[in-house]
């Protein structure tokens, strides 16, 4: 069983950052892949970023690219998502989720979901 608990959501102006973290319980944190999604009011979720077991491999939807960083430290049992140059089409609840696997993507299956974290962008 893993739990995750998100936190670092807020308001923020239009081009300003926020990094997102994720803290992960259970032993086997380190063997998961790892990711981010994000559902606006009255729109499905979506895919923003995945991080793989290892952190060597990471896969963005194109609108992150360039704009979002995902990293993890295990020693820590925690996955960030730094967000930089945000933008009101960015607002959203942002929640992490653990994959079954060591990859992560958008086609991936993630069992574990924490209960997000609010970010609202103001333009």
């Known amino acids: 069983q893993v739990q995750l608990v998100e936190s670092g959501g807020g308001l923020v102006q239009a081009g300003g950052s926020l990094r997102l973290s994720c803290a992960a319980s259970?032993?086997?944190?380190?063997?998961?892949?790892m990711g981010w999604f994000r559902q606006a009011p009255g729109k499905e979720r979506e895919f923003v970023a995945g991080i793989a077991w290892s952190g060597a491999s990471t896969i963005y939807a194109d609108s992150a690219k360039g704009r979002f960083t995902i990293s993890r430290d295990d020693a820590k049992n925690t996955v960030y998502l730094q967000m930089n140059n945000l933008k009101p089409e960015d607002t959203a609840r942002y929640y992490c989720?653990?994959?079954?696997?060591?990859?992560?993507?958008?086609?991936?299956?993630?069992?574990?979901w924490g209960q997000g974290t609010q970010v609202t962008v103001s333009s």
């Open positions: 259970g032993r086997t944190f380190s063997s998961r892949g």
């Open positions: 989720a653990a994959t079954n696997t060591v990859f992560a993507g958008p086609k991936s299956e993630y069992v574990y």
